[in-house]
């Protein structure tokens, strides 16, 4: 699927998966929030998700007249879906970026929800994203790699960018390099 289809929107032709390198003036958009210009990749564990869909719903007879065609499910019945692999890549824009630096786990499910249409954040359905969201994030999050990529037009894969360090731990590694004379 394509990312925008996943949070909801539409796209004019089926989705085949190719690497970036291959595709001549790739959209890179982030895999968050979907914004424009991811700037960031950062590498994590690879991961999937089982997508299901509902193919029945039962109701009492009684309570569905009563409550005018809108009854309580009692019992539901899934299909397994297509699995999104997810990969271990993940583009980021500058905002979202910010976020995943800081490990703000609720505040990136904040953002992307924020970027989703209303048709997917209505009543309910809110939860079941923020949640399907916590599952995904909590996993980009916890297997996070030291450092990240910066996205360039030359580079779409992104060139590696170390964490800064410590001053502490500059400062311990002057002092293993360049030793104090007695």
Request: hydrophobic content about 30%; some cysteine.
């Amino acid at each position: 699927m394509h990312p925008a289809e996943v949070r909801g929107g539409e796209v004019d032709h089926p989705a085949r998966p190719a690497p970036v390198t291959e595709i001549e003036n790739p959209i890179i958009e982030c895999d968050f929030c979907s914004g424009p210009d991811a700037a960031w990749i950062y590498v994590c564990a690879d991961q999937e998700s089982d997508v299901r869909y509902v193919t029945r719903r039962t109701v009492d007879v009684g309570d569905y007249q009563r409550r005018h065609h809108a009854a309580r499910t009692r019992s539901v019945e899934t299909a397994l879906g297509p699995v999104q692999i997810w990969g271990e890549r993940w583009g980021a824009c500058d905002g979202c970026a910010n976020l995943i630096e800081d490990r703000d786990l609720y505040g990136l499910i904040a953002r992307v929800t924020d970027a989703m249409p209303a048709k997917r954040t209505r009543g309910k359905k809110l939860a079941n994203v923020r949640g399907h969201l916590h599952g995904n994030y909590s996993t980009v999050l916890d297997t996070l790699q030291p450092g990240r990529h910066r996205i360039t037009p030359q580079h779409p894969l992104g060139v590696w960018q170390a964490p800064p360090q410590s001053p502490s731990a500059s400062a311990q590694h002057d002092a293993r390099t360049n030793p104090t004379p007695e």
